[in-house]
């Protein structure tokens, strides 16, 4: 490859071709995964959708929560098994850029929409006298909405930024998608100046999210703790559990992967934890809210039922 970075036209995954004897194992056990995913999030923005006892503001988030994790992962296993079944791993620049832009597009949105759904548990705990003034309709719409116009300028920004550096001939990206830490690697020059941008920019769009959910979840236990009997401490709890557990797995992962400097990027290591969130944490969602959810149970054999009705 010439340096001349013009020339630098496509770049290689690499992926997981170390695994030479495993290739066909990984594709069932990703396929597997996919379609369970795409299963699991859907069957919840259906129930969402369809039942009418699903139509408060933490649902009306769950739904949208569920179609992120639907196109989140849909921007990264597709391509992987394609990679994996057919053994091309090259990915053209601007199909490079095009997956990084939804795939930052996707993660910064759901990271603004944790922090709303984590507001609706505060004022539902909180302020339950001033719940439905404080996540109207015309709210909800309104937070969702500007998660969704964060996450697009996120993605818009980091991906013209990074694919404006020069890329001086290796193209080998030593990871299964178009990740930032990884292509940082094939930038030639000094990058420390650009990798800082990045670095800051990640953690305001990271840890400003992960502070207002503190702050709404600080004030939720300190009300909670406050209520005389266990069983309403218990019920108080148990509402925003799911949600606790969700960030938990969605920003540890995030925070380790994207706050630090590419010089300890580990090619052996990150992809893994990237996997995690990309492609487990997605899976695990409507596990979590379905099996911690009396609402979303209670709906799921409501629709069961009715299937089974119509069949007689």
Partial sequence: MSTNTSVVTEFILAGFSHLAGLQSLLFSLFLTVYLLTI???????????ADSALQSPM???????????????????????????????????????????FFLFFGATEC????????????????????????SHRMCLQLAGSAWACGAMVGLGHTSFIFSLPFCGPNVIPHFFCEIQ??????????SFSEMQIILAAALLILCPFGLILGS???????????????????????????????SLFYSTGIFIYIHPKASYDPATDPLLSLFYAVVTPILNPIIYSLRNTDVKAALKRTIQKMRAAEI
């Fill in 59 to 101: 649902y009306f988030f769950l739904r949208i929560l569920s179609a992120l994790e639907i196109g989140y992962t849909s921007v990264t296993i597709p391509l992987l098994l394609h990679h994996l079944l057919t053994g091309q791993r090259h990915i053209p620049r601007s199909g490079c850029a095009l997956q990084m832009f």
């Fill in 112 to 135: 603004c929409l944790l922090a709303a759904m984590a507001y609706d548990r505060y004022a539902a705990i909180c302020e339950p006298l001033r719940y439905p003034l404080l996540l």
């Fill in 39 to 49: 299963a699991g999030n859907l069957l919840i923005v259906v129930l969402v959708s």
């Fill in 217 to 247: 979840y600080g004030r939720i236990l300190a009300t909670i703790f406050r209520i005389p009997s266990a069983a309403g401490r218990c019920k108080a709890f148990s509402t925003c559990s799911s949600h606790l557990v969700v960030v």
């Fill in 182 to 191: 990884p292509i940082l690697q094939l930038v030639c020059g000094d990058t």
